[in-house]
């Protein structure tokens, strides 16, 4: 029956991060299109897929307890070596995690990258400079205290 159980949870979790999967797919394609309505919607669903789960992963740690095994790592391995099916769909759940977290890495370097360029582009507006000096005729800097807003103009 625990058995049962546990098969169920992994099959169920490896669901899950199939779709994370595919929802991290889609939220790069809009984060790099910048379609805001539509990544909206992928984060509202991303949310309950993450809340999924998580409610699994909780009901696994309860069924390793129940068990006398640890709620890490290695007593998930040692649970699911009672049963080849059970090592065979943990570690697929291992792989799918592996590739949600790098969408995950790689969707967090498009929003890091647009952060920066977001905030470049304010400062250009606002007549902050990135460069504090220019060089002069001889080589030597000159302070610029002027700003050049755009605002201004």
């Known amino acids: 029956m625990a058995d049962l159980t546990l098969h169920e949870l992994l099959e ?8 994370l999967e595919n929802l991290l ?9 910048r379609d805001i309505g539509a990544l909206s919607r992928t984060l509202i ?7 999924s789960i998580e409610q699994n992963d909780e009901a696994r740690r309860k069924l ?3 068990h006398g095994y640890p709620a890490d790592n290695k007593g998930m391995r040692r649970f699911c070596s ?5 090592v065979t769909l943990y570690d697929q759940l291992r ?11 790689i969707n967090g370097a498009i929003v890091h990258r647009s952060r920066l360029n977001t905030r470049h ?9 990135t460069q504090s000096s220019l060089y002069t005729s ?6 610029t205290s002027e700003t050049r807003a755009l605002a201004k103009a």
């Open 12 to 19: 169920k979790d490896l669901q899950n991060t199939v779709d």
């Open 25 to 33: 797919r889609a939220e790069r394609t809009q984060l790099e299109a």
């Open 45 to 51: 669903e991303k949310a309950e897929v993450l809340a």
């Open 64 to 66: 390793l307890a129940q």
């Open 82 to 86: 009672e049963s080849p099916r059970g």
């Open 95 to 105: 792989e799918q995690i592996a590739q949600c977290a790098a969408l995950t890495n």
């Open 121 to 129: 582009v304010l400062d250009i507006l606002r007549g902050k400079g």
């Open 138 to 143: 001889a080589g030597s800097t000159n302070k």
